[in-house]
Every structure is written in structure tokens, then in C-alpha cells.
């Protein structure tokens, strides 16, 4: 395997299972002997959270893999070198992911959680990393393009990455553009109810409109799958006033 060309590996979106769990070997960093619990551990500590990339390296992940496998943030192991972004999972083993591919997200998923991964929500996410990168150079033209993308067949069957796509469609939006795409929260929600970044944002329209109720209903359910956001659910259900 030695000599394989990691930069190749950034624009393989379509790998297969096989293939894409042979690509993942080429970016094992190094192993640990900590005994891991069965999830996948993106770290979080200063160099790897570096301009956002563990962030969007555990949304990606996330996206990748449905809600029943774990994914979570962890803090900095001291195994990586600088610059670099790492995940470790229960085999003991580190992986450097410094701008790899959802295609090579997917092999390691595959490989240490034994997770299914969708060809299709493998294509998603690459298609979500390309208008990332567009939104560095051109809001605008991004903005357009996530929109667009929320009507793409490539989402239909990828439903996770299609929430990511809103999420992203929303925060590049402007006030007017926000309130815009409360269906497309609410059916993303519907679609995926785990995912906490949809919620956040569906609350939020309906706490500036000072409904309450149903702002409380979304978060009520934020707070039932993860205990550590309870105390900022109960922050931001005490900050919306009834009009």
C-alpha cells in the first residue's frame, strides 16, 4: 500500500465499500492502547479545531453514518502532528484526515464502527464539500447553489446531507431568506429528528416570532437526546417572550 497518492483520495466520491476500505488503510497514522468505547472520536482540541475542519470533519461523519452510530467529539490525544485532524476509533487505531474525502470518512466508518454507509450519502457529502468551498470565494453564488441543491435527486436518498445542505442554505441567508426556509427546516427535521443543528435553527424562527410553544416543543426533544444541551435549552426557552 505504500506510496499511494493521498491526494487522490479528496476526489473519489463514488468508491465503493471494498474499495473505499482499502483506501482508508493509507491514512492510518499511528496506534493507541487507550480501550476505546465503540464509537468514532474526531478530535477537538486546538490545532485539529483549527478553522473549523474538526467540526465539519464530525458533521460530515455524522452525516455519513445515521444517528444509531457514534460519533462525538474528543480532546486532543497528542497523536497528530500539527495541522492535521484525527479520529480514533475502538480498534486502537488513529487516523490523520487532514482534507480527506466523505469517500475516505466513510472507509474508516466502515472499517471501525462496521457502520453502513450509502454510495449515495457518500456523493452528498462530496457535493456539499465542493459549495463549502465555493462559499469561501462566493457567498452569493453558494447560497444559490445549496438552494438548488435541496431539490437534487443526489439528496433525496441521503437524507442527513440534505439537512446539512439546509443548515448551511439557512446561515448563508439573510433575515428575510431565513424565515423563507421554515418548510424546508421543518422537513428536514421531520426527515432526520436527530439532528440538532436543524432544531437549533427551526426554534430559532419560531422564538423570533414568539411562538413559544412550538419553539419549546422542538427543544424539549434536543434536550431528550442530548443531556449536555439541556442548560442552553433552558436558556433559550427562558429568552423568548410571549408578544
Known amino acids: 500500500m505504500g506510496g499511494a497518492p493521498t491526494s487522490s483520495a479528496r476526489d473519489l466520491p463514488g468508491l465503493g465499500r471494498v474499495v473505499r476500505r482499502g483506501l482508508a488503510a493509507c491514512f492510518l497514522l499511528v496506534g493507541l492502547a487507550d ?12 490545532t485539529c ?3 473549523a475542519l474538526s467540526q465539519r470533519t464530525l458533521e460530515t461523519a455524522r452525516a455519513l453514518a445515521g444517528p444509531t452510530v457514534g460519533i462525538r467529539a474528543g480532546a486532543c490525544r497528542g497523536k ?17 484526515v487532514a482534507g480527506a474525502s466523505p469517500a475516505t470518512l466513510a472507509a474508516v466508518l466502515e472499517i471501525e464502527l462496521d ?5 449515495a450519502a457518500v456523493d452528498a457529502c462530496a457535493r456539499l464539500d465542493g459549495l463549502e468551498a465555493l462559499a469561501r470565494r462566493d457567498r452569493g453564488g ?16 441521503a437524507p442527513r446531507a440534505h439537512g446539512a445542505a439546509v443548515v448551511r442554505a439557512y446561515d448563508l441567508s439573510d433575515a ?11 422537513e428536514a427535521r421531520r426527515r432526520c429528528p ?6 437549533w435553527r427551526l426554534a ?16 424539549a426533544r434536543v434536550a431528550d437526546a442530548d443531556a449536555a444541551a439541556a442548560a442552553n435549552v433552558a436558556d433559550a426557552l427562558e429568552a423568548c417572550v410571549v408578544s
Open 49 to 51: 479545531a483549527k478553522n
Open 142 to 157: 453558494a447560497l444559490a447553489q445549496f438552494r438548488a441543491a435541496l431539490d437534487d435527486d443526489a439528496f433525496a436518498a
Open 176 to 186: 428575510a431568506g431565513r424565515a423563507a426556509m421554515e418548510p424546508a427546516l421543518a
Open 35 to 46: 480501550g476505546l468505547a465503540p464509537s468514532l472520536e474526531v478530535c477537538a482540541g486546538k
Open 204 to 219: 430559532g424562527l419560531y422564538a423570533d416570532r414568539r411562538d413559544c410553544a412550538a419553539a419549546a416543543d422542538v427543544l
Open 194 to 199: 436527530d439532528l440538532g443543528a436543524v432544531a
Open 115 to 119: 457502520a453502513a454507509v450509502s454510495d
Open 80 to 96: 497528530c502532528g500539527a495541522g492535521r485532524v484525527s479520529v480514533a476509533g475502538p480498534s486502537d487505531r488513529v487516523y490523520d
